[in-house]
């Protein structure tokens, strides 16, 4: 398909290259399931998965870790003076903290 367009002095064309996407879709097909070049394949893709999310999966967990720990030492310091709240709102708090980490504990053990 070919369009072409005339305003005054400037001419704008267009054209539709939709016969080569067949040929385009053949040359990204996937090796058949089992074949040495499929196994190398998904070997690089999990390898590149693994480099980009555990990091990010390790930190997460060290600053969880972090976090949960550093609470508790904060209230012997004396946050719970300094915030000036009572122990059952402190109780309060850690509770709501502690039920928002096991939902996203759940991912981490799968």
Do not use: W
């Not at 499929?38 to 590149?48: C, N, S, T």
């Amino acid at each position: 398909m070919h369009l072409k367009m005339d305003h005054g002095k400037e001419s704008v064309s267009f054209e539709d290259h939709t016969t080569n996407a067949v040929a385009d879709d053949a040359t990204l097909a996937l090796p058949e399931t089992g074949t040495p070049e499929r196994l190398a394949a998904e070997r690089k893709l999990v390898r590149k998965l693994d480099s980009r999310l555990l990091p990010t999966v390790v930190v997460i967990y060290i600053m969880n870790y972090i976090d949960r720990n550093g609470i508790t030492t904060a209230r012997l310091k004396g946050l719970q003076q300094d915030l000036g709240i009572s122990d059952i709102q402190y109780a309060t708090v850690i509770a709501i903290l502690y039920a928002s980490y096991c939902p996203a504990q759940i991912p981490s053990n799968m």
